[in-house]
Structure formats: structure tokens, C-alpha cells
């Protein structure tokens, strides 16, 4: 799964250039402070997390959803497929022995 944020898209949309001017909304019409630092980079570079209230201030601040600034990959990943070769081999008649290559406990 791939996301990627577009937070400088959106903001560029509503007219919105700078990290300053971002800053203003997010105190003038979400009530939600972010330091100088925290803006610009929400700015500039993939967030590997953000707030669920900082999201929820971006979107009220300029006026948009979640999906305005989020956009997610949802094509299924393909998962290799085990040929016999790489499948696991039991350990001795009847023990089974599952993809992690573990046992399972004795009953």
C-alpha cells in the first residue's frame, strides 16, 4: 500500500503558498497551534504519522476531507507464491511445521 500526502496541493488550491499563511488558518479557523518547524515540514516532506487532530485542523483550516490530503493506493499487493522448494520440510513423520519455520506446541 502506497500513500502519498498532498497537503501542498491542496493548500496551493485555496490559495495558500507559504507555511506562515498556513499556520494563521490553522490558529484563526481550527483553534490548533503547530511550531514554524512542524508546518514546514508537513509542508515539505512525507509525514510517516500525523495526529488524527492535527488532520482533523488541516481540514478545517482549509475548508476540505481527509481525502484532500491523503491519497492511498489501495491496488492488493501481490504475495509471492510458495513453490515446493521453499515450502518448509517437516521435521519427522507427522510434525507439522508452519510458514514461520516453527513447530507448533506439543498437546
Known sequence: MRIRWR?????????VWTGAQLRRLL???AG???SSASISALMT???NQ????????????LQCTP????E???????QPVMSAQTQPVARAVGEQVNP???????F
Open 50 to 61: 500525523v495526529k488524527l487532530e492535527t488532520l482533523a485542523a488541516l481540514c478545517t483550516a
Open 45 to 47: 516532506k512525507q509525514p
Open 27 to 29: 490558529i484563526d479557523r
Open 7 to 15: 497537503l501542498r496541493m491542496a493548500a496551493a488550491q485555496r490559495e
Open 67 to 70: 481525502n484532500d490530503l491523503i
Open 100 to 106: 514461520a519455520g516453527r513447530t507448533p506446541p506439543p
Open 32 to 34: 490548533h497551534e503547530l
Open 72 to 78: 492511498i493506493d489501495t491496488t492488493p499487493a501481490t
